[in-house]
């Protein structure tokens, strides 16, 4: 690689071991270090740091493993800065350590071995590639076996056979220098060709081979579905039943032992590559029921079905923002899927968007059903009447332009629901202008669960840094959700881990109300009732208001495909992305974007259309969409009408064009009413609804004012003073102290860092994010038999052996 080459090369290009030799003689680096480059940097007017900048890198070491040159390469990178800049500041900082890091190394590998699925009989090529400053060597592994005569950058297997799938790598040597290659995955499919079909003419795209089959079982049987496809990079698989992802449901194969009538559903298989998104065939999988099951477990309780609403609302019209909901409404809709909840979770909604969605959430409701509501956001509770406030509340607001919790229990008690828990993440401080006593009568059931993430007339606080972070009640809560214990002894757990909580010992304390007799579980298997077909029927029709559109490729008559796809962050929050399928070899510059959205959304044209998914505001889904796209986010999908039609434009120059101008060619999509959208929530309240939630004259009430001093250093869910400042979070990270069941999430953090307790629940600075680097995504093996540690682990002691 020339020297020019290198210089114009962005620093986000960068081999990873070079950016963390060259982080940790910056960081240890006291008059020469990374403060000392971000002085040089600011003075740059071309990549300006600010003093807010220059404070986000320092917080980074009171992070784990956190590196304060780390986060200011991301920052420079993100504003264009180039590695043959870096070289200019680093000699200008006089480190010749640090500049020694960014030098070419004896020997490196330029092109890497890719993973591939592929069918049997047909050829197989692994590609590694390499220079060196004296003749590079090859030699390639199986495991940890080296394959015979196999000396050439190039491994050809021709035809590939069953038996050649496993995990392969390449060793290069040049003089003394050695390197080795990532690990590249290679399937081998066992498929009959339909006559005139070849797959080998795809070219390494992205296809379908094998669909899933439908099942019909008894209870404790086996169920066994396959998926299969072929491509370059090898495929990922997701396995989704009734619509949401199936835990740990991510091979070819999907196996169930022992099913019982809870795996009775709609299955069906997403496959997708980097670049690629694609669905296999729905199937039916039909569970007969059994009497010997019932008498298996008979002291087992059960559900008839599991139903979670979950709203968080932060973006306020009239009030102060918050930031921890969406974070929290993220991982809980995560960790209830894996309980089996049919989980809708919405953003910023107004009151009459609220009041229809509860509307919507009783229609699945039934005897015997598990409901769950969890609400984050602004409250206050009157006379033991808990009210959650809408993001359109006037200011000040009445009691009636909120909804009550309590009337909404009333509702679901009427539809004789096994268990109804209410989990509040929310301020309970009184209304003091509000002095009406609302007028909602209860029964008496012992099937009541109240999880309030603070005491009575207490405050709520969210957990703050310069990324996103859970507040205070979910920190705990996600950590405990899934335990096989009685709902109320799973929150008594967490408010004992609450209460080690330095940061808001003496400010918050999570109390618990409960009728609740039996032992009753979020962990309860599903055993559907016979009589309650109209409430099925509400379930399929939510099921499909929670489909994503189809992906689809777009042909242009220049010749140029455009694939758009498709992703759900939160049932009312869409993600576009578009990427360059193919354009005309005499185009020089080619890009898509998306345009013309109704005016009913939430979209900003400055956050569309951006090269990361963080640009444009997409933090929790970040690291499953595909890259090398442009991406969108759709927000507030509630609020549409009509249906989503939207301008796909494509731009492209041509090399035989003299001026250089681009030629602009247009698509008009229609994608339908998206997720939500299918409910039509923004229609007038019904005068059944819930609407009718206190049955009492209001008064006007102000938002009481309960700020802390500033010693406290704390925002409120309700009543904080000051918004806090949402453009200080870092777009490099999704955010922190992520759920560890999510993939790639950050680990737990240390309450050590707490000491000087930052902002309280829904707004200000208590924990500070961490997050850990993770290895490239192609590196890491899909699916596999032999799990990739100890593949590594095999192949180096065998080296290691050979060499004694």
């Known amino acids: 690689m020339s020297e020019s080459l290198e210089r114009s090369a962005r620093i986000s290009m960068l081999k990873e071991p070079q950016v963390k030799k060259l982080c940790e003689v910056l960081d240890k680096s006291s008059g020469r270090g990374w403060r000392k480059l971000g002085e040089i940097i600011g003075n740059d007017r071309r990549f300006k740091v600010s003093s807010d900048d220059m404070e986000m890198c320092s917080l980074k070491v009171l992070e784990l493993e956190g590196s304060p040159s780390l986060m200011l390469l991301r920052l420079m990178g993100e504003r264009g800065c180039t590695a043959g800049h870096l070289m200019d500041y680093l000699k200008t900082l006089g480190n010749s350590e640090a500049l020694q890091c960014l030098k070419p190394p004896a020997l490196q590998i330029l092109i890497q071995p890719q993973p591939v699925a592929l069918l049997c009989g047909h050829n197989l090529r692994l590609s590694c590639h390499a220079v060196g400053k004296s003749p590079v060597q090859y030699q390639w592994f199986k495991s940890k076996e080296e394959i015979p005569n196999s000396f050439s950058p190039d491994l050809v297997i021709s035809p590939v056979q069953l038996k050649d799938a496993g995990f392969y790598i390449c060793r290069v040597n040049s003089g003394d220098a050695f390197e080795f290659s990532q690990w590249a995955q290679v399937d081998v499919l066992n498929v009959a060709t339909p006559c005139g079909q070849s797959y080998q003419s795809l070219d390494g795209r992205l296809k379908l081979v094998i669909q899933p089959q439908p099942q019909r079982l008894h209870v404790g049987e086996t169920l066994q579905l396959e998926c299969g496809a072929v491509g370059r990079p090898i495929p990922r698989f997701q396995w989704h039943k009734n619509g949401v992802p199936i835990p740990d449901g991510t091979k070819r194969k999907l196996l169930i032992p022992h099913v019982t009538q809870d795996h009775h559903g709609r299955y069906r298989c997403e496959i997708s590559s980097s670049t690629e998104r694609m669905w296999s065939s729905e199937v039916d999988v039909v569970v007969d029921s059994e009497e010997h099951f019932l008498n298996s477990i008979p002291d087992q309780l059960y559900a008839t079905d599991k139903v979670a609403l979950l709203i968080g609302n932060l973006s306020y019209q009239n009030h102060p923002q918050l930031k921890a909901p969406m974070v929290d409404v993220y991982e809980l809709t995560n960790l209830l899927r894996q309980l089996n909840f049919k989980v809708v979770s919405l953003l910023d909604l107004t009151e009459s968007e609220m009041r229809n969605a509860v509307d919507e959430f009783l229609l699945l409701l039934h005897k015997g059903v598990y409901g769950l509501l969890y609400y984050a956001g602004h409250g206050y509770e009157n006379y033991g009447n808990s009210f959650m406030v809408p993001v359109d509340a006037p200011n000040p607001y009445h009691s009636a332009n909120c909804l009550c919790v309590q009337s909404i229990l009333q509702l679901m008690q009427e539809k004789e629901t096994g268990l109804n828990i209410f989990l509040l993440d929310m301020c309970r401080k009184r209304n003091i202008h509000d002095d009406s006593t609302p007028n909602v009568v209860l029964r008496v059931t012992a099937n009541i669960v109240f999880g309030y993430a603070t005491c009575q007339d207490a405050e709520a606080f969210e957990l703050s840094s310069t990324g996103f972070t859970n507040g205070v009640f979910v920190k705990f809560l996600k950590k405990r959700l899934l335990d096989n214990e009685k709902i109320t002894v799973v929150l008594d757990r967490v408010a004992e881990d609450m209460g080690q909580f330095d940061a808001t010992k003496g400010k918050q304390a999570l109390e618990i109300r409960s009728s609740l007799s039996e032992r009753r579980a979020l962990t309860d298997p599903i055993l559907p009732s016979d009589g309650a077909n109209l409430a099925h029927v509400h379930s399929r029709q939510w099921a499909k208001a929670h489909d994503l559109p189809e992906s689809m490729c777009l042909d242009f008559d220049c010749g140029a495909q455009i694939k758009l796809g498709f992703a759900a962050e939160f049932s009312n929050v869409l993600v576009i992305y578009t990427h360059i399928v193919k354009k005309p070899e005499d185009m020089s510059f080619c890009q898509a974007h998306v345009t013309d959205f109704s005016q009913d959304l939430d979209v900003d044209p400055k956050e569309m259309n951006r090269e990361t998914p963080e640009e444009t505001g997409i933090y929790l889904l970040s690291s499953s969409l595909p890259q090398h796209c442009l991406y969108t ?172």
């Open 633 to 804: 986010r759709i927000s507030s999908l509630q609020k549409l009408r009509e249906e989503l039609v939207f301008t796909v434009c494509l731009q492209g120059t041509f090399a035989a064009m003299d001026d250089g101008h681009p030629i602009h060619w247009t698509r008009s999509v229609n994608i339908g009413k998206p997720l939500i959208a299918r409910l039509d929530l923004h229609r007038a309240v019904r005068r059944n609804s819930c609407l009718q939630t206190c049955l009492i004259p209001h008064s006007p009430c102000h938002s009481p004012c309960h700020s802390p001093g500033p010693e406290h250093r704390l925002h409120l869910h309700l009543g904080s003073q000051q918004a806090p400042d949402c453009n200080r979070l870092s777009p490099q990270h999704p955010y922190a102290d992520i759920c560890e069941s999510l993939p790639g999430a950050a680990g737990g953090c240390g309450d050590s860092y707490y000491e000087n307790a930052g902002q309280c629940r829904y707004g200000a600075p208590l924990e500070s994010g961490r997050f850990s680097s993770s290895p490239d995504r192609h590196s890491i093996p899909i699916e596999a038999g032999d799990d990739i540690n100890e593949v590594q682990t095999v192949f180096i002691n065998s080296l290691q052996l050979q060499q004694q």
